[in-house]
């Protein structure tokens, strides 16, 4: 293990810290993954150089989690929710609430809302791309103007909000009078096959209402995207024409505490992507949007990494998320994601030295598995590490799968998380007397 | 630890097996145990030989598993369940449908079954051997054709099936309309006391009727076995008669979803008591009967271990059980466990040497502790180890109860272990997005 800075030297023990503890949770998308050949049979983790995380091991304890529970590959949305201490089996109620919220749609409970993806097709509406060549920014904007005008039939009864986030996605949200989220995606989740009719998913009349106005409105933007001048640009460009939008997770509001009204302290989210937005956003965080964060391989970590150090002077509890190390992995790219944890260790470096150490606790963990070889979330556990004045510090010397394993912390739920940081933070409830 | 054949050294990561990853779960019944005097303090498992087993430790991911939950001692049928992924807590049903829907019986759904002793009582009724002398298969075949002929009071408009399975063990099925499992046991589950009255065990007239039929059932077949020149031969040869049947468990069949439904692969189990038959048959595997195979300490391991190669041919999963060690843990013998376990160890050694090590992920377990001190199945956590291309190898060296305590898995519940397998099999559906 590389040394570095160790920023631990001055921590001290001290009872008079209390009123002020505050927490970092570093949450690093899909960093997770199984041992590869192209390393030699190690993890990313493993292979990549990270002093400081290694240093928050060392320092620390460590463990693994179970975001949702052995063997089940979470989503994002699933983990974070589990993560923040709400139970994803009864909290969660689909992707496209989460993601609507994050993009800056205000949800309301009877809404019905959807993820969208920006994606290419052929006259028979076979997929060719699901994300559209991964458009760029500039273009779904755009594009998203000319969706926006778009009425529905007035006959209806409804009206829909549609807003693009980064590249090729967007949300989609349905207000009006009796809606229903049983309906199917049109997304295929593959290219090469057609794209799906959204059909009602039980026999309410909410329900085929609802796979009306979405069926109805999918043709109305696929009209406007087809002749749209943006899309002629791109094919001349030789880029795929995002000449449909594909939606999929109808879903709705969560029905949660807030965590400031649980625990009386004040919570912010550092993200980039929207679907985490939109978790930090309805856990009743504040979201804090950074110049230059894409939520790609190529985001600005260091701006991140300094909203994140802000946020810790004006707020108790701070999640830090990246996605990046999701992106390679989902890309099969192990090299890239090796970097990018060197990139983020770079974060964890700047924040570590730029934070009170004697008062604050830091957790660094993945919100699960993505493996490289399968280029899917897989259900094995993350690993933990948290480092702080309270914690108990255990032998494990190196951030890995594997070296994590052997912690002190041992194996805990991913609901555990929360409620084990607000315990260090004097803010669980005692249960008893 | 000795050095054995290396069968991981050709082990690959190679992300294109993934479309024919297959598993293998080995269940040696009651393996683990407790610290023993006569072994100087080790237990069976750390005092044998068992090269292979040490090696699957040395080169997979180790840990300790609840079958149900720490301190509750699991019968092999809840712990089986659980192992399959299902909450035995809710899919148990009692022992009497599994043990006979494992001995061929069809048990339909509101049927009553019984798992049943041939066994030896004075004519007071007290229970001299509760086994029979671990009667012979032809005597208790013999005596069972002769059982099968009596008829019930047609008054009962019932009818029953009674069939014999290996040594002592037998099943019994009623059939007819308001039937309850709520009837007590005949069986006192030790020798020296009394056979008990099977009795109702709440008011419902279905349970008074349950116990009616059985216990006229049960008075039948006494007389019958009674005056049965089976049972003269056997007094002659000084053998316990086999005078009674005692009764107990009484259950239905388990409402649960068959796994080839949940994950959509083929499902094959290589076991020769007909409790795991029937649980293994319940869940919608295909079990594969093996000559030879005796559920003794003389059962032929080569010809199982052979079938189970086979199997994996043919179908994605299979399980392989072997009963000899809780028999002879049952026995109170840990010299016999330990050489038991030395031949469980052969057995495995010729599976990895026959099976594609690349693409498969092989589990060892056991479904229990039974203590060779208590006689006992008992509630402490059995080892596991997991080897094959996706597991993250850890430290551990050898396959023990107290070496696999310090492994990369940590501690599991057993309905974890068919989720974790199933996740490697990239069988598990993601929860969230």
């Known amino acids: 293990m590389r040394k570095c800075f160790n920023y631990f030297a001055q921590l001290r023990l001290d009872s008079q810290v209390v009123q002020m503890l505050k927490a970092i949770l570093v949450i690093a998308d899909g960093m997770a993954d199984r041992p590869l050949k192209e390393l030699d049979g190690k993890t990313p983790l493993e292979a990549a150089v990270k002093p400081a995380m290694d240093r928050i091991a060392e320092n620390g304890a460590c463990g693994i989690v179970d975001p949702i529970s052995p063997g089940v590959p979470p989503g994002s949305d699933t983990a974070t929710l589990a993560f923040l201490g709400y139970d994803p089996m009864k909290a969660y109620s689909g992707r496209g609430a989460l993601e609507a919220v994050g993009s800056g749609i205000e949800v309301l409970q009877g809404d019905v809302a959807f993820r969208c993806n920006f994606a290419t097709v052929k006259k028979n509406l076979v997929v060719l791309d699901r994300r559209a ?23 209806f009864n409804a009206n829909f909000m549609f807003k693009n986030a980064v590249q090729h996605r967007a949300a989609l949200v349905i207000r009006g009078p009796k809606l229903s989220t049983a309906v199917s995606d049109s997304d295929p989740e593959l290219n090469g096959k057609k794209v799906l009719q959204i059909r009602p998913l039980d026999k309410r009349p909410e329900s085929a209402r609802t796979a009306a106005i979405v069926t109805e409105l999918m043709a109305e933007f696929q009209k406007a995207l087809t002749e749209h001048p943006v899309n002629r640009e791109r094919i001349k460009r030789k880029q795929p024409a995002a000449n449909i939008i594909l939606c999929r997770g109808a879903g ?64 108790d509890f701070v999640l830090l998320h990246i996605k990046a190390t999701d992106v390679a992995s989902h890309d099969e790219n192990a ?50 590490a948290i480092v702080g004045p309270y914690v108990r510090r255990d032998s494990v010397k190196e951030y890995s799968e594997r070296a994590c394993a052997e912690g002190g912390l041992n194996r805990i739920a991913g609901t555990d998380l929360m409620h084990i940081i607000m315990g260090y933070l004097g803010r669980t409830k005692k249960f008893g007397s």
Chains 1, 2 share one sequence.
């Not at 060549?133 to 969706?147: H, K, P, V, W, Y």
């Not at 919570?267 to 950074?290: N, P």
């Not at 830091?362 to 493996?371: I, N």
């Open 133 to 155: 060549g991964r458009i760029s920014n500039e273009d779904a904007s755009q594009l998203t103007r000319s969706l926006q005008k778009i009425k529905l039939k007035k006959s």
């Open 252 to 315: 709705t509001i969560p029905k949660i505490t807030p965590l400031p009204e649980l625990y009386n302290i004040r919570f912010a989210c550092v993200a980039a992507v929207s679907l985490i937005k939109g978790v930090c956003k309805v856990a009743g965080m504040d979201v804090i949007s950074v110049e230059g964060a894409t939520g790609t391989t190529q985001t600005d970590y260091s701006a991140k990494a300094k909203a994140a150090v802000q946020a810790l002077k004006t707020h």
């Open 335 to 384: 090299r890239l994601k090796t970097e990018v944890i060197g990139k983020i260790d770079k974060m964890l470096d700047y924040v570590l030295k730029n934070i009170d150490l004697s008062a604050t606790h830091l957790v660094l963990t993945a919100d699960h598995t993505t493996s490289c070889a399968t280029r899917n979330h897989e259900g094995d556990p993350v690993p933990v």
